[in-house]
Each structure stands twice: as C-alpha cells, then as structure tokens.
C-alpha cells in the first residue's frame, strides 16, 4: 500500500500516515460561517483538503474514507442580516429569516466550491443540527470542573486543561500578555472562553439549564466531529487562521470531555492567500469572492490550478498573469487528453501526493506526462487533482478540428523554404494566434493547439 507522510501541526514534524481504521479513515475540516459569499481564501483549504480526500480514497478506497465538513450557522453576522431584513419590514419571525439566510448562502457556497471541482464531503453537518449534542457535552464539562456557569453564560476554565497550548505552541501566560482578551466581569480568568451565552428575544436561542440561549463557536465542532467521527479521529483540518483560538480550544473541550480518547491525531494547516503580492482586503481594492472572478470569465478548474501550484503549507499568491498560464496549461492538456480513455495514475504523482500533499510537484509530474505524450496516463493522473475531468471542461472547446488548417500552414512553410517568400505564413500564424491558436513550428512538424481565449469562430474563412 502506498505511504502517506502528512506534516502534523501538533507535533511539527512530517509523519508517516497510519489510521487508527484503516477500514474507515475519518477527516473533519472546518466548513465556512454562511453569512455571505466565499472569498478566494475561503477557496483554498476546500480545495487542499478535497486533494486530500482524493488521494485517501485513491489509496484506502472511497468506501473507507468519511469526510466532514461543517456550516456553521450560528453567528452574530447572520443575526445581524436577518434583524436588518426584519427592520425592513419583513414580517417573518426572526428564525425563518435567519433559516432564509443560511439556505441562500449554503447554495452559493455549494455552486461556488462545485465550480472548484471540489467533491462534496460524506457528511455536511450544520451546526444547529447539533444544539442538543453541545448542551451534552456543556453538561459533562461542568461535571468534570472543566466548566462553570455564571451570569447566563457557561465558560471553559482554561486552566483545567494541562497541555493548552500545545498545538500553537504558547503558554496560556504568553497569550494573556500578548492577545487581546475580552475582559467579562463573569470569566474567573481572561483567558477562558465562552461555551454558551444568553439570548434575548432578539436573537435566535434554545432553552438550556442555564436559560435559553446559544452556542460558543469552538464547541460546534467538538460536539459535531464527536458526533458524527467519534472521540478519536484521524486527521483534523483548516486553514492556519483557526490554530488559534478555535483549534486550540476544541482540543482543550474534547480532550476534557473525553479524556480516554486522544481527539484528532493528526492536524494539517494550510496558510493563507495573498493578491499580486498584497494581503486581500477591501481598502486596497484586491478582495475578490470566487463568484467574482467565475463572473469574471475565469474557470473554476483554473483557479483550483492556481490553488494546487504552491504547496499547501506556503502562502498562495494569486496573479493574473498565473491565471493565464493555468488556462493556457489546462487547454493544451485538455485537447490532449480529449476522448482519450484513462489509464492508470502514474507513480511519480502519487509519490508527489503522497509525500505532505506535494502539489507543485504532482503538477511538475503532469507536464512530464504530457511532454511525453503519454495522454491516458495524464488524464487520469491528472483526475487525482481534481482537473481534466468531463465535469470541469464545459469552460474549453477541445473539439475543434485544426488538421485542415495544420496542413494549410504545413504547406504554406514548405513552399516558403523555396520561395523565401514567409508573408503567407506569417499572415496565417498570426490569424490563428488572433483566434486563441497555438502554433508550434519545428523540424517535425506544424502543431496547432487550442490556447487561452480560443474562439473557433475567428478560424472561419481561413482555408
């Protein structure tokens, strides 16, 4: 069986892979808060963790493998959305317009991360699903003098818990010193956080033992990934902005509540995107949701080149200019590989996979392929990234027929050799280079390949 070496965040180091089942391989990745459209950050840990379910099913078989992925639908964010259609004048009750909300949202996401080629996870658990599972595992952590209550609220005592702090690598001193803190005169010490907080009537609730009210965000997932992957589980992702608190926080609140029972034992992070060389925000004009640049004219399954051409754990620049060389990549490919039937993965992509999710590297392997016209192997090396496959390439025409046109300019070459007279070819490269053509010209031959912007409209009249 293949070897998969994963860097593991928590010991930080690269490990080799070993399941605790190896007939049921379970993963948990912390979904978006679906209170608006995802930006092309949010596109990236979906993409890096989809490779990964791939290559987990390429290796284990997709029956063995459970991947989650959460929504959470629980936020102030949301609250603030329906309370402003609510103020408008909408005369539905609060719930339904927070359901409304949510509903709307979790359907772009999904249109957004199909357009990526990411695969749906096995199991797409929403937070308010789980409201009774979290007031469970609130319950066990009192019993266990890992929690309290006070004032309405219920908050974790941070310092119950011997090893917080280990995955990011700080002391809860270090954190006091260094962080902004919220203050609460209801906390026994700053650094403990909320598991549960009031509502008032303006705000979505659930009646607890400590009055109607609503979850912390860290316990959603502990209560949700125990739920659905038990107390122990294989591999725990996101994005590194979640180390810490969040990830912290779940492990401290798991491990309490179930301290027999070791949590998730591997945990990968992936770091974050930045614009032409600036960090993405609104003030400097960069900030683009994925919707945006698929509007744009830009297909998903070249953005998730983009993605899977630096490795994971670096920081990810998007360019234009990489854009352009992902579509003019995946045209070339993709008439290549058109109705040619797969072949088998070849060993170099799935050791490229297979060593920390080595992406830049299985895409080095694919040229390599292609280089040597190895057209049933790319295509299905290729499948394992998620690209060339029939659902992802409505976006390009592969079926054009250039053979004409290939031998029009392979005649027009030979006579120029006699001639000296080159403006007929000339005229005709540059026609076909207007229409989005490729020409490759050597002592082998004339090569006509579909490029970016290919538009076999303009070939029309050039015979």
């Given amino acids: 069986m293949v070897t998969i ?38 596109g990236r840990p979906v993409v890096v963790f989809d490779t990964l379910y791939r290559l987990l099913r390429h290796v284990y078989g997709a029956e063995h493998v459970t991947y989650v992925r959460n929504f959470t639908d629980v936020d102030d964010k949301i609250n603030a959305t329906a309370q402003a259609r609510k103020a408008a004048g909408d005369p539905r009750s609060l719930e339904a317009l927070i359901r409304e909300r949510t509903e709307e949202t979790i359907g772009w996401y999904h249109a957004d991360m199909d357009a990526l080629g990411a695969l749906r996870p096995d199991q797409e658990p929403r937070a ?26 219920v908050l974790f005592r941070v310092r119950s818990y011997r090893d917080y702090g280990a995955l990011s690598g ?28 009031p509502s008032d009537a ?54 309490c509540a179930h301290p027999e029972a070791g949590f998730a034992r591997y945990w990968l992070h992936n770091e974050m995107l930045q614009v032409e060389g600036k960090k993405m925000s609104k003030s400097l004009g960069n900030f683009f949701t994925v919707r945006d640049l698929l509007e744009q004219g830009i297909p998903g ?8 051409s630096t490795h994971y754990r670096k920081p990810m620049d998007w ?48 040229h390599d392929l292609a280089r040597v016209g190895d057209a049933a192997g790319l295509k299905a090396s290729a499948a394992l990234l998620g690209l060339l496959g029939d659902e992802m390439g409505a976006w ?27 403006a007929p070819v000339d005229a005709l490269k540059s026609a076909l280079t207007a229409a989005g053509v490729e020409v490759r010209m050597s002592k082998a031959g004339v090569d006509l390949l579909p490029g970016p912007g290919f538009d076999p409209a303009k070939l029309e009249g050039l015979l």
Avoid at 404 to 411: D, G, K, P, S, W
């Fill in 5 to 42: 070496r994963l860097h593991n965040s928590k010991t930080r180091k690269k490990e080799e892979f070993a399941p605790i089942d190896p007939a049921h391989v379970r993963m948990y990745v912390c979904g978006p808060t679906v209170y608006d459209r995802a930006h092309l950050g949010n």
């Fill in 128 to 153: 308010t699903e789980f409201i009774g599972a979290m007031i469970a595992m609130i319950e066990g952590l009192i019993a266990g003098g890992h929690a309290y209550a006070k004032d309405g609220h």
């Fill in 170 to 197: 700080r002391s809860v001193d270090d954190m006091i010193a260094g962080a902004r803190v919220e203050v609460a005169p209801f906390k026994e010490d700053p650094m403990d956080f909320v598991l549960w907080k």
């Fill in 202 to 255: 303006d705000l979505p609730g659930w009646d607890s033992p400590w009055g109607r009210g609503r979850p912390g965000w860290h316990i959603e997932c502990s209560a949700m990934s125990y739920e659905l992957l038990g107390a122990s589980f294989d591999i725990h992702g996101g994005g590194l902005d979640l180390q810490f608190p969040h990830h912290e926080n779940e492990i401290a609140q798991s491990c």
């Fill in 301 to 308: 399954e070249v953005i998730r080149f983009v993605y899977l």
């Fill in 319 to 366: 360019t234009a200019e990489k854009a352009r060389e992902a579509e003019g990549t995946l045209r070339k490919w993709r008439a290549m590989v058109a109705n040619v039937a797969a072949g088998e993965p070849a060993a170099a992509v799935i050791e490229a996979l297979s060593d920390d999710l080595n992406t830049a590297g299985a895409i080095a392997a694919l």
């Fill in 396 to 422: 390009v025409e592969t079926g054009a027929d250039l053979s004409a046109l290939t031998e029009r300019l392979a005649a027009l070459r030979a006579e120029a050799m006699t001639t000296k007279n080159f």
